[in-house]
């Protein structure tokens, strides 16, 4: 997923405390690319949220590479930095 690889296999939903749900939900409302591209109104919005899942990314890792523009999904950093 993302810049980096292009994998297409996509794992399923993870479940979701409800601290992650408005983790995600805020991270969504606040993406100023997603924004300007689409207007999702709240059963959109769930929708997302609900399809997210989690992934533990060892440190190191690339994730996304600045300056390439292709992407299929995006990430959201629930704890660490980047």
């Known amino acids: 997923c993302g810049s980096v690889s292009h ?20 991270a969504i409302r606040s993406n100023e690319n ?19 899942w989690k992934e533990t990314v060892s440190k ?6 600045e300056g390439v523009v292709e992407a299929d999904c995006f990430y959201i950093l629930q704890e660490g930095w980047c």
């Open 34 to 52: 997603l924004q300007s591209t689409v207007a999702l109104d709240e059963n959109q919005l769930q929708k997302l949220v609900d399809a997210a």
């Open 7 to 26: 994998d297409t296999k996509r794992p399923p939903p993870s479940p979701k405390t409800q601290e992650e749900r408005c983790l995600i939900a805020a």
């Open 60 to 65: 190191g890792t690339e994730i996304i590479k």
